[in-house]
Structure formats: C-alpha cells, structure tokens
C-alpha cells in the first residue's frame, strides 16, 4: 500500500504533497434534498419510528447478534432523488422503519431468518399505500446481519441507474488494535467505474482499480490505520476525479462507507456526490468533497508570480488576469507564500513578497482567492470569497468583489439612460470586500454597469456593459488601478463565472 499522508495538503490538480497543518474533517450530519431530516437525526416519522441511525447510541459499538432462527437487518437510504420512505416486510400492516430520509440508517430489526420481500413506500403511508419499490425475495441467512441500502436513481428506469436494494451481508473480518475494517459500496448513480486511491497520492496507481457502480470492495474489509483522518482519492482513468478526507476512523471497529449521490451537482449541494459512513450499530454522517480553489492574480503592479505551501509549489506562473486551474485540498487553513515567478519547483531563498493564511476552507465548498494589493507598495493581500451563488433558477447570478487596491467604497449598479448615474445593486463594497454570496439575479442581457463612489454626490466614475446569460453564475471582481502606477494595470471587471467546471475568467474593460 502507498504511503497514507494525513493532515497534508493533497494538491492533486499538481499531484503533489505538501507537509503542513490541517483541521480534522468531521462527519457532517446536514439536511439531505428538500430539507430532510440530516443523517443521525431522528427522522420526525411515526411514533416509535426507527429511523434515524440509533439516535443515542454509539454508532461504533458492535452491532448486535442475531440468534439461531432469526437474522438482524437495518435499511439505509442512499438514494439521493428517492422521498422519505416507510419499510415493511410484504404482508405485514406494521412498517418496519418509518420516515427514513436520504442519508439516514435504520435501527438493526430482528427478523425470521430465510426468505422476505422488502416492500418500501413514500412516508407517511399505510399498508395499501401505493409502492416506491419491492425488493423480491431476499435470503437472510441464518443469525446474519444485512444492511439493506436503497440506491440508484427513483426518476431513472434505466437498469444502469435505476432505483434498487443492494443487499450487503456484514462479514467484517476482525479489527487488529489500531486499525478499521472499511468496506467501500460504490452507489454514485451517474458516477463510471472507479478507482480508490488510499491515501490520495497517485491516481494512475489506486489499490482498487476499478469499482463498478453498485459493487463493493468485498465482504471482510480492508484494514486501515485507525485514529487518524483518511484521505481517499477517487479516479476514473488514470486522472482524479475528487477527493475526500474521513474524519478519524474508529480503533477496532468496522465501517461501511457508501459512495453516493451525483457528481452532476455541486459537492455542497442536497444530493451531491458524497460519502455516506454507516458505523456497525447505526449512523455516522456525509462525508462531503474536499474544498476546491481557484486563484486570480489582481494585483495591478505585481509580476507574474509562484505560490508555495511549505515547500510545495501550487501555482506556476500566474499573470495579471490570469486564473489558476482547480486545486482541491485537504479541509483546514494553510499559510501561503507568493514569490515572484522563477523557473523550476524549488521554494525560492529570501522572503515571500506576500505571506498569508488562506483562512479556513471546508468540505464541500468551492473557493475564489484574489491576490491583490500594490507590490510596490508592499501591500499586498490575499481575498477569499466561498461560491455559494443561489441556484434555484436559470438566471444570471452576479456577485460583486471589490479588489482594487486605490479604489474607494463603491456603489454598483445599472446606469441611467443619461449614464450619469446607477440605480444601485451593490452599495458600500469596500477595498477587500464583496457582496451576498448568493449573488444578484439579472436577466439574460447586456448589461449596462455604472460604478460610483459610494456618496450622495457621487459621479460614475467607469462604466461597463457586462454580458449575462442564462445559468451564469459569477464573480464580477473589480481589479487593476483606478489611477495605474507607470507599468500599472488599469481599472477593470474580471468575470469569473463558476457555472462550469473549471472556471473560467473575462474581461470587461471601461468604455
């Protein structure tokens, strides 16, 4: 097995890795699609309903043991498009768990060993209540313990994708002290084959190599070092495709990790692509994507410049205007160099012309940082502002981030016919500032932008037409000098929309 790196940035858009310090990740117990209870939460169901993943028990103790005649059984719902769900066993009026949610693990139910049909309908129901699905004939075996995981898409009829149970017999081999047992399911419903990559350190050489949808990596386990957080890769072709970092892993337990949800939706979306870790008596929560970055040089005077961390170099040559492509980290905060750009990998002698600290990134988001300031001036800073652009409909979505170092507050808006004054959509953004995360909806247009000083006798000091079309959803950085140094760049709006992956970045310049 490849050296697992805990704790380091894992810059897998560089494939390199740098030593340095990260917060722990943690399970994340959030709301799944249209506000469900979070996984590891009562669901709110009937009463004496049991789902919600043995709320107030230790999701890690030993999962209890059938007796002769009978085997024990618990249902997850890994199904990111599928309602809440009542569980019966067919011919019983009684449902077996009632309201479970996406992400969210059953109690363990003792039932008769040998032949039953799982009948599962929308919550709240009845037993006439029209079906979601019926699993067939499952075979429980004697004194067995099965998790039953609800998977695949509800709205697909396609036997590719569609909604199924996938059955998985619990055969954990024992845990040694110091280790887990990780059973991987692969249940991403619009995700390909895939490779898993312990320790997140080369792609082109994962420890599984190919996951189909729907398999697991086997019925004993893999033994894995315990105690610490697991960073995990996950390829398709000899090249990442995202990554995650598991939270510490139990000692001597066992858990069942279930790749679910859609990579064709945000990582901090309901539904996104995720982890879902079930413990052996109930469960332990999402595992979200690690945070993504991407970088914009502002700064009007500054060279074309390198970034390390540590000794590691994760930006090359980056020029005014210019974007970085994606690089996704570990979850935590990391302490930037920025030296003028110089040939080769090798951290430069000397200090950085800027030091900063990233503040902290968290699974599942996305990132813009702005390198800004006046080198000249030896004010140089870094910005950063997560994307959380509101993404309820199909219009532009405008977002505002004031990065232009010898720029006042200013206000920003639509101009008058005239074009001696604006009609406000931002007011007040200040230098190292922005504007509401979920950004301003627009129509699809050209749109003609007037920007102000913020003050009731404030004159347009620039003005812009800035195209917006339908689903964009961008960052409008305000960069360059108002008043450009000699050599200087001037007064501009880069536009970078995150609509699609990666990013990408314009420019609109002042008429």
């Not at 740098?18 to 669901?43: V, W």
């Not at 709110?44 to 999701?59: E, F, I, V």
């Not at 979601?132 to 499952?138: D, E, Q």
Request: glycine share 12%; with cysteine; hydrophobic share 45%.
């Amino acid at each position: 097995m490849k050296t697992i790196h805990s704790f380091g940035l894992l810059l897998s858009a560089l494939g390199v890795v740098a030593g340095c310090s990260a917060d722990g990740a943690q399970y994340k117990t959030e709301p799944g699609p249209d506000g469900q209870p979070a996984a590891g939460q009562p669901a709110g169901g009937q009463p004496g309903s049991q789902a919600g993943g043995n709320t107030g028990s230790d999701p890690t103790a030993p999962a209890p043991v059938a007796p002769a005649g009978k085997a024990m059984i618990r249902v997850v719902h890994a199904s990111a498009d599928a309602p809440q769900v009542d569980v019966y066993a067919k011919g019983s009026a009684t449902p077996l768990v009632t309201g479970l949610g996406y992400g969210q693990t059953s109690s363990w139910i003792e039932v008769a060993s040998g032949k039953v049909e799982v009948e599962l309908r929308a919550s709240p129901s009845t037993a006439s209540s029209p079906l979601v699905y019926t699993t067939g004939a499952l075979t429980l075996p004697d004194t067995a313990n099965v998790t039953a995981v609800a998977a695949g898409l509800l709205s697909s009829s396609d036997t590719a994708d569609g909604f199924r149970v996938v059955p998985v017999v619990n055969a954990f081999a024992a845990a040694a002290k110091g280790t887990t047992r990780v059973r991987v399911l692969h249940a991403g419903a619009d995700a390909p084959a895939v490779g898993l990559d312990v320790g997140n350190d080369d792609p082109t050489m994962p420890e599984v190599a190919s996951l189909a949808r729907f398999a697991d990596t086997g019925a004993s386990g893999v033994a894995l070092p315990s105690g610490k957080p697991l960073a995990i890769g996950i390829d398709a072709g000899g090249a990442r495709v995202t990554a995650f970092t598991t939270p510490a892993l139990p000692d001597g337990g066992d858990v069942l990790l279930i790749a679910t949800g859609l990579l064709g939706k945000l990582a901090r979306e309901g539904g996104g692509f995720s982890i879902l870790a079930v413990g052996s008596n109930g469960n332990l929560g999402f595992i979200k994507q690690d945070p993504i970055i991407y970088t914009l040089h502002a700064s009007p005077d500054a060279p074309a410049v390198d970034a390390f961390v540590g000794e590691a170099k994760i930006i090359d040559n980056l020029s005014f205007g210019k974007l970085t492509a994606p690089i996704q980290v570990q979850p935590g905060s990391y302490g930037i160099d920025v030296f003028a750009h110089g040939a080769g990998t090798a951290r430069p002698s000397g200090s950085p012309a800027l030091a900063a600290q990233s503040g902290k990134l968290l699974a599942g988001e996305r990132y813009l940082t702005v390198a800004t300031g006046f080198l000249a001036q030896n004010t140089l800073s870094l910005q950063a502002a997560r994307e959380g652009f509101d993404l309820t409909d199909g219009a532009a979505h405008l977002r505002v981030v004031h990065s232009s170092p010898d720029a006042p507050a200013v206000d920003v808006g639509l101009l008058s016919a005239a074009g001696t004054s604006i009609s406000p959509l931002f007011s007040n953004i200040k230098f190292g500032g922005s504007s509401s995360d979920t950004g301003v909806s627009a129509m699809p247009a050209s749109l003609p932008i007037g920007v102000t000083p913020t003050a009731a006798d404030s004159t347009v000091v620039a003005r812009f037409t800035v195209p917006a079309a339908a689903n964009e959803r961008a960052f409008v950085v305000a960069a360059g000098a108002l008043s450009p140094p000699h050599g200087a760049q001037g007064f501009r709006l880069a536009v970078v929309d995150t609509a699609q992956s990666p990013w990408t970045v314009s420019h609109v310049f002042a008429h």
